[in-house]
């Protein structure tokens, strides 16, 4: 049940919190930390303490103090770099999982929908792009219609199961559908594409509406790529 408690010493959190906020970009290469006294107080260790985290982060090459006193940031701290980096990775991987996976149930409800639709399952689908339309959108105002407009094809399904998965779906890929959705032109193509998907499902032609569907997640994905 129980774990040893780890041991740290004092310096080894001072370091932490530094690579912390360099990395977090509230300080910068070239930035001056601040002076020792004031920078103990603030952190609630002596200057003896302080010292030894500056010392190490000296050696590597982290900070450096320059002639006629003060301390600088030098360069970034590569280990929490690469951490990020691998983090982004497996969120950008897992980001593509999610879209795989959105091929597979968003091309049958697409097909559910051409089928099954009432005249006002498709009233609703496409107010959801007319509000989009009528007004000038962009950035993370998409979000809404994209989601309203996913989750009003769902329920065209009359399948439960289908707008629970989506409504899962969306917000899963909320950070990323945010980042993307910013991207320069990207809220006008999403509307653009949605009403494409639409005018195949109000047609029934399910072969189209699904083509259109695989057009707008393909275009997620390469917007993903690039971010």
Excluded: W
Aim: with cysteine; proline share 3%; net charge negative.
């Amino acid at each position: 049940m129980f774990r040893k408690v780890e041991y740290r010493r004092l310096y080894e959190d001072v370091i932490n919190q530094i690579e912390t906020i360099i990395l977090a970009g509230q300080l910068a290469p070239g930035d001056k930390l601040p002076p020792e006294r004031e920078l103990a107080e603030e952190i609630g260790v002596s200057r003896g303490t302080l010292r030894e985290a500056f010392r190490i982060l000296e050696r590597q090459g982290i900070i450096e103090t320059r002639p006629g006193g003060g301390r600088y940031v030098r360069k970034l701290p590569e280990g929490l770099l690469d951490k990020e980096r691998i983090l982004s990775s497996l969120e950008t991987a897992a980001m593509l999982d999610l879209l795989e996976a959105r091929e597979v149930f968003e091309s049958k409800i697409v097909e559910l929908a051409c089928e099954r639709a009432t005249p006002v399952d498709l009233e609703a689908i496409e107010q959801s792009l007319a509000m989009a339309e009528g007004e000038k959108i962009d950035g993370l105002e998409v979000l809404n219609h994209d989601q309203a407009f996913h989750l009003a094809l769902a329920e065209a399904t009359h399948n439960i199961v289908f707008v629970n998965i989506v409504e899962l779906n969306l917000a899963l890929l909320f950070q990323i559908r945010s980042k993307t959705s910013v991207l320069p032109g990207r809220a006008k193509e999403i509307i653009a594409e949605h009403r494409a998907i639409f005018e195949a499902v109000k047609d029934r032609d399910s072969q189209k509406a699904r083509e259109m569907l695989l057009v707008h997640l393909n275009n997620i994905k390469a917007c993903i790529q690039k971010t």
